[in-house]
């Protein structure tokens, strides 16, 4: 019996031996595939957000590459998404009460719009770190 039992010890702790190694080679296999994949990073394109100074309560209108995306009262931040040329957008912002028009070319990137007023209108860009 004792032999027995012996035997089937080394034939079960050669069976576990070999299921930890294919377990190891595993997780290995699904570590080195997560860190070579560096597809799954994706980058935010063409998001900006355009935030009004308080004390402008004029009429506004912003577009992108033409293409108007707000036309009201600027009283808060807003979140523009600009589809059109990958290289390079522009941001137009008016004022409708005035008819001043001013332009300014943005980043690919995420990027921080603020527009104010002191005597014309001004807008100052500030890229943005975005988590990714």
């Known amino acids: 019996m004792s032999k027995k039992a012996a035997k089937f010890n080394r034939q079960m702790m050669g ?6 190694i294919l377990l190891l080679g ?3 296999g699904m ?9 799954d990073k994706q980058v935010i394109n063409n998001l900006y957000g ?8 004029d009429s ?20 523009l998404k600009g589809n059109g040329n990958t290289r390079q957008n522009m941001i137009s912002v008016s004022d409708l009460t005035t008819g001043e028009t001013v332009n300014e070319n943005l980043p690919v990137e995420p990027t921080s719009v603020i527009v104010s007023r002191d005597k014309k209108l001004k807008i100052e860009t500030t890229k943005v770190m975005a988590p990714m």
């Open 31 to 39: 570590l080195y595939y997560s860190f070579r994949n560096v597809e």
């Open 60 to 79: 506004v209108e912003v577009a992108v590459n033409d293409s108007v995306l707000f036309r009201g009262i600027a009283h808060d931040t807003l979140f």
């Open 26 to 28: 595993c997780v290995f």
């Open 15 to 20: 069976g576990m031996g070999v299921f930890a």
């Open 50 to 57: 355009v935030r009004f100074v308080k004390g402008m309560t």
